[in-house]
């Protein structure tokens, strides 16, 4: 299994996870920073799905207790 590890800038859309994966068709598997996701869960799945990969990271969910989530997505964007 490859798998890629990426540090992308927090920004208020995750452009910059599509293309990484889009540059590393080779990986498997990518690990994101805790906090990436955050309000784009739906889109990552997605991204997954399309790209059939496995996204691996964390995420906050700022209306639930506790806030901080790891999450795993599976290549079928579950």
């Known amino acids: ?15 910059e996870l599509d293309k990484e994966i889009q540059n590393h068709p080779e990986a498997d598997a990518v690990i994101l920073p805790e906090g990436y996701l955050n309000d784009h869960v739906e889109r990552a799945c997605l991204l ?3 790209h059939n990969k496995i996204l691996i990271g964390g995420y906050r969910r700022f209306d639930e207790t506790p806030k901080d989530r790891a ?6 964007g579950q």
Do not use: F, G, N, W
């Open 48 to 50: 997954a799905k399309t």
């Open 1 to 15: 299994m490859r798998v890629l590890i990426i540090q992308p800038k927090l920004a208020k859309h995750i452009e």
């Open 71 to 76: 999450i795993l997505i599976d290549r079928s």
